[in-house]
């Protein structure tokens, strides 16, 4: 079943989902190396973000895959995307061309867009009526943080891989520091361009 261009499958693994944006990611690819015989970097990263990237990443919070071999096939997308720059193509993928064209890893890129999500549940930025219900930590002492949320165990693949129990352990790893979590709105949108 398809519902907001995600394809939802009996077992929620999102296998079908995940191929059919990765043909899509290179088909347009095939499109930019078609009509772009040389490119630079500055272009390369534009096109890329543009119309490749962002396939990659439409609703990945409902369909973030946890199977090593999707993530891999996903992250050779961008592996290939890569090598279109003429001038970079020889050097390896995560050391050198990657910091040559300040990309993150599309892996990365699933986990910091769920970390904003939480984010923006936490704070109440979406509407209550029909916002996810993450359980907070009701312990008085934690280390880190002050939202950090309750940890349950799940069996089942179905509930252990899907967004809410997901994004509990790097919610609650001590490396978002409490002025992260705790910054209101202004704070957040001039970090995010200081990181860009």
């Known amino acids: ?21 990765i043909n899509t990611a290179y088909s347009y690819l095939g499109i930019i190396k078609r009509n ?8 390369f990263v534009m096109l890329y973000k543009s119309l490749v990237r962002s396939h990659l990443e439409y609703a990945n919070s409902v369909w973030n895959p946890h199977r ?27 050391d050198r061309r ?36 993450l ?18 165990r799940f069996d089942y693949d179905l509930r252990k891989f899907s967004f809410a129990p997901r994004i509990v352990n790097v919610w609650n790893s001590n490396s978002l520091p409490e002025i992260v979590i705790s910054a209101d ?3 957040n949108r001039h970090f995010q361009k200081t990181t860009r």
């Open 98 to 133: 990657l910091k040559r064209l300040k990309l993150p890893t599309l892996k990365y890129r699933r986990i910091r867009g769920d970390m904003i999500e939480v984010y923006k549940i936490l704070t109440n930025k979406y509407d209550s009526r029909v916002n996810l219900y």
């Open 36 to 43: 772009f015989i040389y490119l630079d970097e500055d272009a």
């Open 68 to 94: 090593l071999g999707l993530i891999k096939d996903l992250e050779k997308v961008q592996m290939r995307a890569t090598k279109l720059v003429i001038t970079i193509k020889n050097l390896t993928y995560k």
């Open 1 to 21: 079943m398809k519902d907001l261009g995600v394809i939802f499958d009996t077992e929620l693994n999102f296998v079908q989902h995940c191929k059919e944006k």
């Open 185 to 187: 709105t202004s704070y």
């Open 135 to 152: 359980e907070k930590q009701q312990d008085s002492i934690t280390r880190g943080h002050s939202l950090k949320l309750a940890n349950n």
